[in-house]
T-cell receptor, first 115, second 110 residues
């Protein structure tokens, strides 16, 4: 298996632009997580899905952020409009059999810079 | 908000020495995990310890859990330069959320 695949690897955009981050989880995994990592705030859980359904989005910072999972093999995190304070590394992770608190498999992340 | 808090924030040791990192958390947990992150990469799972376990080993890793003190420690024995990375504890309080601490940056000098 190729692991969790995220794209793009790097994204540089200007304030006010729409940004879309993409994630392909590991096949067969039924949980998908989006995290944001910054020096100041560490790793923050933004939202997670189970069987393509959003379960908890309490970590989504504001209405400018939205996430979708149209099928088991694809998820997007969209920021519209983007702001400089959104600059961070965004990670997608997937797992299965969450009832036992199984381990997360992380993608390589998207480094987002909003100028 | 972060559930786990690691200390120290940074640790520098010589190759061959042992490295100990600690994690404290706030609420009851079902399990606690440790992850490693190399610079510029995603996190990699190292070990999971359940709330009814007190100690677990995996290769050069030893994890302890004290639920009465709400704390865990990760010991890396006979460290190598390749162990240089950031180490995070993560807790799963049963709501299917996995919340990470701030991490410990470990630097192993060759």
């Amino acid at each position: 298996d190729a692991g969790v695949i995220q794209s793009p690897r790097h994204e540089v955009t200007e304030m006010g632009q729409e940004v879309t981050l993409r994630c392909k989880p590991i096949s067969g995994h039924d949980y998908l997580f989006w995290y944001r990592q910054t020096m100041m705030r560490g790793l923050e859980l933004l939202i997670y899905f189970n069987n393509n359904v959003p379960i908890d989005d309490s970590g989504m910072p504001e209405d400018r952020f939205s996430a979708k999972m149209p099928n088991a093999s694809f998820s997007t995190l969209k920021i519209q409009p983007s702001e400089p304070r959104d600059s961070a590394v965004y990670f997608c992770a997937s797992s299965s059999n969450r009832g036992g608190g199984e381990k997360l498999f992380f993608g390589s992340g998207t480094q987002l810079s909003v100028l | 908000s972060q559930q786990g808090e690691e200390d120290p924030q940074a640790l520098s040791i010589q190759e061959g020495e042992n490295a100990t990192m600690n994690c404290s958390y706030k609420t009851s947990i079902n399990n606690l995990q440790w992850y490693r992150q190399n610079s510029g990469r995603g996190l990699v799972h190292l070990i999971l310890i359940r709330s009814n376990e007190r100690e677990k080993h995996s290769g050069r890793l030893r994890v302890t859990l004290d639920t009465s003190k709400k704390s865990s420690s990760l010991l890396i024995t006979a460290s190598r330069a390749a162990d240089t990375a950031s180490y995070f504890c993560a807790t799963d309080a049963g709501g299917f959320k996995t919340i990470f601490g701030a991490g410990t940056r470990l630097f192993v000098k060759a």
